[in-house]
């Protein structure tokens, strides 16, 4: 019984470690110039495949010409991905002007 609950534990702890932050980086222009960031959050449910709001990076850009995006599945993002089962699968769009 003890080696069995001792296998669970590991195994739990493995896939954590295994596990990655989700992140897709591009440069508009010749990316990033001032450093001033705009962040909103991207809503998707049932593992990503229902998109329910997405954020707009040319409109957080504000008519910039040179932007950085980034698109990331955070720790907190991946928490709660955890916590409603793969239901509700948020991401973070950062645009950096």
């Not at 928490?79 to 950096?96: H, I, K």
Request: glycine residues 12%.
């Amino acid at each position: 019984m003890k080696k069995s609950i001792l296998n669970t534990i590991f195994s739990v702890c493995l896939v954590m470690m295994l596990s990655s932050c989700y992140s897709l980086t591009y440069n508009v222009g010749q990316g990033a110039q001032a450093g001033v960031s705009v962040s909103a959050k991207n809503h998707f449910l049932i593992g990503g495949l229902v998109a329910v709001g997405t954020s707009n990076p040319t409109m957080m850009a504000g008519g910039a010409k040179d932007y950085t995006v980034n698109i990331q599945h955070s720790f907190i993002d991946g928490l709660l991905s955890g916590l409603t089962g793969g239901l509700y699968t948020p991401t973070t769009t950062t645009v950096t002007k």
